[in-house]
């Protein structure tokens, strides 16, 4: 695991050169955001928009969360989930063509519609799941052809009402293990994009208190303010760890559903507690400045806030965290057994 995650190290790095030039000459920043389409060609030609998904992919999950993190460490406005990881990945499952148009994903309910769809009144095309267990359909439809009522999140971010007329779609029939694992790369690539969102939320947190001067010294020199930014680095560290075992799990060639969903929740519990801690610390440190817009900090709290409320609520993702580990079989089990022996037995032994 150490080697693999020094490499994904060393991937951020790379990547987040991509996004300086772009935060450089960024443009200033609104309420309410939009893809910045400049950017997003210079992704393509660098072959950074489908990096798991299309004919042409060579790379996988390690490097694509290496990318969504420089990504939401910049704050860039481009849907890089939901294009390659969501959309690509279920073309490909799917068996459907693709092609260079912009893609966002979603699950449509009985009467066709899905809400809080990311990207969708950007998007070229939308990537559609709908039907029931054992009777699922895809398709690859026309942003054109579906009625897309816009909104936004908290942040900001488009969160936009999609609806379509199922019953005129020549879907392409997929198994309940597509559509299962569709949710859980989409709960994963939030998972990541928040521990992004946090690292850089430290970042700023360590530069304010290094610069910012109360009674004729850095503030970085008072013990309040060291545990909060201790305080906050520790939990974004935890989150990170977390994240990269799941990504990891995520990585293996045809991954174990069960064993995934396990460390996906493992990750979206840790990781959505340390955006609590981190985001209310951050505005501590940050005091008054950390509040108005001009600040860039709202650009990382905020979307930290709204994306771990996406693909399961904090509240649903502890809940099925429990539930495995206090179940008396599954992956929590598979995991303890073998690191603690063959004496310690099952719940219902």
């Not at 309410?32 to 660098?46: F, G, K, P």
């Not at 009144?121 to 895809?138: L, T």
């Not at 060291?226 to 906050?232: P, R, S, V």
Request: proline share 4%.
């Amino acid at each position: 695991m150490s080697e693999i995650m020094r490499v994904d190290g060393d991937l951020e790095r790379l990547f987040r050169d991509v996004f300086t030039d772009w935060r450089d000459t960024r443009p200033a920043a609104t309420l309410q955001v939009s893809v910045d389409r400049d950017l997003w060609r210079t992704l393509e030609e660098l072959g950074l928009t489908r990096l798991t998904s299309g004919e042409e992919a060579a790379a996988g999950w390690v490097e694509a969360a290496a990318l969504l993190r420089a990504a939401a460490g910049a704050a860039a406005p481009v849907p890089l989930a939901e294009h390659d990881l969501l959309a690509g990945w279920l073309l490909d499952r799917a068996g459907l063509p693709g092609s260079g148009a912009l893609r966002t994903g979603c699950l449509l309910d009985q009467d066709g519609s899905a809400e809080r769809v990311p990207w969708a009144a950007s998007a070229d095309a939308i990537v559609v799941i709908w039907g029931e267990q054992g009777a699922w359909k895809a398709a690859d439809v026309p942003a054109s052809a579906a009625a897309i009522e816009p909104s936004h999140d908290l942040a900001g971010q488009p969160r936009d009402t999609v609806r379509v007329a199922v019953e005129s779609l020549a879907g392409v029939e997929i198994g309940d293990d597509v559509v299962r694992e569709y949710s859980l790369r989409g709960a994963l690539a939030r998972t990541v994009q928040i521990t992004g969102a946090m690292d850089r939320i430290v970042e700023l947190c360590l530069r304010h208190a290094s610069e910012r001067r109360q009674f004729g010294r850095p503030i970085t020199r008072f013990q309040a303010v060291q545990h909060l930014i201790a305080e906050a680095a520790s939990e974004c560290a935890l989150a990170m760890a977390a994240t990269d075992a799941a990504v990891l799990e995520a990585a293996s060639p045809g991954p174990d559903l069960d064993s995934l969903e396990f460390a996906v929740a493992a990750a979206r519990s840790v990781t959505g507690h340390a955006a609590s801690v981190v985001v209310r610390n951050a505005h501590q440190v940050h005091g008054a400045i950390g509040t108005t817009f001009e600040h860039r900090l709202h650009e990382f709290t905020k979307p930290a806030l709204a994306w771990r409320s996406e693909f399961g609520s904090m509240h649903e993702w502890d809940a099925r965290l429990t539930a495995l580990i206090l179940g008396s079989s599954g992956p929590a089990w598979d995991m303890a057994v073998p690191a603690y022996g063959t004496s310690l037995s099952r719940a219902d032994d």
